[in-house]
């Protein structure tokens, strides 16, 4: 993740009560989040490494059906299982079906990353940074494929998740993440981890898709979640990045829950 889109984490995840700002091994957010990332997470590896040549790589259907199979088998455990489970059944993957997996991971964070999403997100749960709308992408993910197309068709669903407490559980969405740890450094592995077609990092710049309409508040476009998040411990209506830090709050400077007048 870019820089500039990391600045306001550490501000947000402490108001939120995220722990993915305390994870052991974690990068911190800030900054040198992108270059931490590299060296933080198994699926990040050395920029500009080319795609492995391999005829017999899997095709973008069939990555997908690899992954979400994964995923979907865990869908019988608790939240906080999931991503236990899912590091039990990659170790077990032979390294073609691992880099199927990462292919499919990489594809499902990058479809989620738009600026649509990203707004959703916010008026749910209020100022959303860089930093933690990458753990709700792997938070919805975890929740399984026919929740993943719900909210990736119908953005104004995410306030059905069942999102709970003080939102601490969205931090799970970082904790998959490291799920391939173990697996990548079985035989093969390594060549896998040094691919940046399955770093997750080297796939993400900025959101994709048109910026949300300037001036109007996230919580008009996405009514449904901003009624769901409002009064909840971790919605933060007035909680504004300051001096542009966010690409977001650049590109909708009035565009969050509480935001009245463009500035």
């Given at each position: 993740?870019?820089?500039t ?7 947000v ?5 995220l722990a993915a700002c305390?994870?052991p091994g974690a990068?911190?957010?800030g900054?040198?989040a ?17 795609p ?5 790589a899997?095709?973008a ?12 088998g865990v869908q019988?455990?608790?939240?906080t299982?999931?991503v ?13 079906e691992?880099?199927?997996y990462?292919?499919?991971?990489v594809?499902a964070?990058?479809?989620l990353?738009?600026w649509r999403?990203?707004g959703?997100a ?8 860089d930093d933690?709308?990458?753990d709700v992408r ?8 026919r929740k993943y197309?719900?909210?990736?068709n ?5 306030g059905?998740?069942?999102?709970t407490g003080?939102?601490e559980?969205i ?9 391939p ?5 079985q035989?093969g592995g ?14 993400l ?6 910026p949300?309409?300037d ?7 996405f009514?449904?979640?901003?009624a769901?998040?409002e009064?909840?411990?971790w919605?933060?209506?007035?909680e504004m ?10 590109e909708?400077?009035s565009?969050?829950p509480?935001?009245t007048?463009k500035p």
């Amino acid at each position: 993740m870019g820089a500039t889109r990391g600045t306001a984490a550490a501000m947000v995840c402490l108001t939120l009560g995220l722990a993915a700002c305390g994870l052991p091994g974690a990068a911190a957010p800030g900054p040198s989040a992108a270059s931490s990332a590299t060296a933080n997470h198994p699926t990040a590896g050395p920029t500009g490494t080319a795609p492995a040549a391999d005829g017999a790589a899997a095709s973008a259907p069939a990555a997908r059906a690899t992954f979400w199979g994964v995923i979907d088998g865990v869908q019988g455990l608790p939240l906080t299982a999931r991503v236990e489970a899912i590091e039990v059944r990659l170790q077990a993957m032979s390294p073609a079906e691992l880099e199927a997996y990462l292919r499919g991971y990489v594809d499902a964070h990058r479809r989620l990353d738009t600026w649509r999403h990203w707004g959703a997100a916010s008026a749910f749960l209020g100022f959303v940074s860089d930093d933690v709308f990458f753990d709700v992408r792997g938070w919805v993910i975890l929740h399984g494929s026919r929740k993943y197309e719900q909210f990736l068709n119908d953005p104004d669903s995410l306030g059905t998740f069942g999102l709970t407490g003080d939102g601490e559980e969205i931090s799970e969405g970082e904790l998959l993440d490291y799920a391939p740890t173990q697996a990548l450094r079985q035989p093969g592995g390594a060549k896998l981890q040094a691919r940046d077609d399955l770093n997750v990092y080297s796939a993400l710049d900025e959101p994709s898709g048109e910026p949300l309409p300037d001036g109007v508040p996230v919580r008009e476009l996405f009514p449904k979640n901003a009624a769901a998040g409002e009064g909840q411990p971790w919605y933060l209506p007035d909680e504004m990045p300051e001096e542009g830090s966010s690409h977001l709050a650049g590109e909708l400077p009035s565009a969050f829950p509480g935001a009245t007048d463009k500035p």
